[in-house]
């Protein structure tokens, strides 16, 4: 499919479209819902970049700088395989504070005390800021952290692959071609990753579709990602100035088409975080499949509005699940069936 193609079926009234995904998914997974018991850990909020749509990072509008040392990043880290994370999602700011050697440092320490949890750490905005910070190459600091005990990469950073939407929302953060060339080597590398795209602030429906149409490519090369996730703005708390928001229809067109044009990556994600629970269940008939997991402590959506700070119970979900007429299916990080409620 090209971009004219596509950007036929984005005109498709929402039944049409959200047939055409839901039998692709059914075809896939049939009426299993994926969730996963995870955790996530944001070490630090204090950031030299500045991404206007981050609600996150210490700012004017969001007055409360921390850094964690490495005794209270693994003391929450206790705390969360405690109350069962089998995962743990750790993604910070581009802080010098917590260099490259600072993290392959807790990575280690949390294989050592925890070696069957799955460290999945570092978007590729990192890797790159890590790379620049420590005068490396991306592919060493990738080698780095395989080395220190990462065992996938979360998708965070892709934001909207466009250059120009990029210089408006993110100026200054890793650019397309080296989030895609971070992806690449660490998929070459034979590591899974994740993809994103943040959608429904400036980006229109080509930027949106031209980001799909990139990460299909790239995946035709290694098959290295297990899952896209397709990530609704939330608009409280930061500096973009955005006037009109995607209504519920075309939040679930967006999730449609990602399916249709992304058969090659097996999963679509949709993050109860950013949707919310109910819009999150619909998607499951949109073409997702997944809702992601329990968070136990969520930081980047919440700051911007969402209502994920607490995370979910696993007996919220899958109470969700069932009621919505799918099958719970607890998976691992690499999607590996745990358990069927
Ligand atoms: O890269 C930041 C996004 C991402 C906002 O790989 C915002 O399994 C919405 O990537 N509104 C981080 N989104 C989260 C992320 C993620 C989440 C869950 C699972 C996985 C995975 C990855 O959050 C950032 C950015 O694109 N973000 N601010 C905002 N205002």
Redesign the pocket.
């Known amino acids: 499919m090209n971009c004219d193609e596509a950007l036929k079926l984005y005109a498709q009234n929402i039944y049409d479209i959200g047939e055409q995904a839901d039998q692709i998914r059914k075809n896939f997974f049939g009426i299993k819902v994926f969730f996963n018991s995870n955790a996530h850990l944001n070490p630090t909020n204090q950031c030299v970049d500045i991404c206007k749509?981050?609600?996150?990072s210490a700012h004017q509008k969001n007055p409360n700088p921390y850094t964690m040392s490495k005794e209270e990043a693994l003391s929450r880290i206790e705390e969360y395989v405690n109350k069962g994370a089998l995962e743990v999602?750790i993604?910070g700011a581009h802080n010098p504070q917590c260099n490259l050697e600072w993290y392959c440092d807790l990575f280690k320490s949390i294989k050592k005390l925890y070696p069957t949890l799955h460290i999945?750490a570092l978007?590729a905005a990192e890797v790159n800021y890590l790379a620049q910070e420590s005068q490396k190459s991306y592919q060493e600091v990738l080698e780095q952290m395989i080395e220190s005990g990462v065992d996938s990469m979360?998708?965070?950073?892709a934001?909207i692959f466009d250059a120009d939407i990029r210089r408006k929302i993110c100026k200054g953060k890793v650019d397309s071609p080296t989030w895609l060339a971070i992806h690449r080597y660490w998929h070459k590398l034979g590591k899974k990753s994740?993809c994103?795209m943040?959608f429904g602030h400036i980006e229109n429906r080509i930027h949106r579709i031209e980001h799909l149409l990139q990460l299909r490519d790239l995946q035709d090369e290694y098959h290295g990602f297990n899952?896209f996730?397709p990530?609704?703005?939330?608009r409280e708390n930061?500096f973009l100035k955005v006037k009109t928001f995607p209504t519920g229809q075309e939040i679930l067109k967006t999730i449609a088409l990602s399916r249709i044009i992304l058969k090659n990556i097996p999963h679509i994600?949709a993050?109860w975080a950013?949707l919310g629970i109910n819009l999150a269940m619909v998607a499951q008939e949109f073409g997702a499949d997944d809702l992601?997991g329990t968070l136990q402590k969520e930081s980047?959506?919440s700051a911007?509005g969402s209502n994920s700070s607490k995370g979910i119970t696993k007996n919220a979900l899958i109470f969700q699940i069932k009621n919505a007429g799918f099958i719970p299916v607890e998976r691992d990080t690499l999607y590996n069936e745990i358990q069927t409620y």
């Open positions: 749509f981050c609600g996150f999602h993604v999945k978007t979360p998708g965070g950073g934001e994740n994103t943040l899952a996730i990530l609704v703005y939330q930061n994600k993050y950013t992601d980047i959506q911007s």
